[in-house]
């Protein structure tokens, strides 16, 4: 099992474009995750999929940040237009419901820094 | 969630135990104790949780005090690979959906 996949690891941008984060989960998993790292404020949850659904999304800080789950292998992050502050660690986790809070694999993460 | 206490930092000498305390004084019957760690520039990695009894795997051993309120992570050899954010995390075992992640202690093994 290769884990979840996370792409890009690093992700340098100017203010205002738009950046797009990828995550695969693990197969089988039927709960996603979002976190966002930073030194100030540690891990902090965005948004979390169950079946490829939105279920809680309280954690998105503004309208500027989307999250969509087309399928069950595949989920994405966008920020658009992206700001300085939201440089950050940027992570995807998937748990399978049978594993209970074990169960949570993180991927790698990726490394946004907007200039 | 129940609230969970950590101190912030700690040291260990390579290849002796690290002992990580974790105050917990609000948990409630059906919560379990639960550490995560976090290794620079990784994701959170799970370690082992326990819900009164002490618990081994192959990375860890977890003490609960027979009243529940506070718990030790023990590293019984500590390397320099286990130097990381290690958070304890007290929620119940099904149920419950995203996990909460508190400060965390950060551990330095020493050479």
């Known amino acids: 099992d290769a884990g979840v996949i996370q792409s890009p690891r690093h992700e340098v941008t100017e203010m205002g474009q738009e950046v797009t984060l990828r995550c695969k989960p693990i197969?089988?998993?039927?709960?996603l995750f979002w976190y966002r790292q930073t030194m100030m404020r540690g891990l902090e949850l965005l948004i979390y999929f169950n079946n490829n659904v939105p279920i809680d999304d309280s954690g998105m800080p503004e309208d500027r940040f989307s999250a969509k789950m087309p399928n069950a292998s595949f989920s994405t992050l966008k920020i658009q237009p992206s700001e300085p502050r939201d440089s950050a660690v940027y992570f995807c986790a998937s748990r399978d419901t049978g594993q209970g809070s074990s169960g949570y694999t993180f991927g790698s993460g990726t490394r946004l820094t907007v200039v | 969630d129940a609230k969970t206490t950590q101190p912030p930092s700690m040291d260990c000498a390579e290849g002796r135990a690290a002992n990580l305390p974790c105050n917990h004084s609000?948990?409630?019957?059906?919560?379990?104790v639960y550490w995560y760690r976090q290794i620079h520039s990784q994701g959170p990695q799970y370690i082992i949780h326990g819900l009164k009894n002490n618990e081994t795997n192959e990375m860890a051993s977890l003490i609960i005090t027979e009243d529940r309120k506070s718990s030790t992570l023990i590293l019984p050899h500590a390397t320099l690979r286990d130097t990381a954010v290690y958070y304890c995390?007290?929620?119940?075992?099904?149920?419950?959906?995203?996990?909460?992640f508190g400060s965390g202690t950060q551990l330095t093994v020493l050479p």
């Open positions: 995390i007290v929620r119940v075992a099904r149920g419950a959906r995203q996990l909460t």
């Open positions: 609000t948990i409630s019957g059906n919560e379990y």
């Open positions: 197969s089988g998993h039927d709960y």
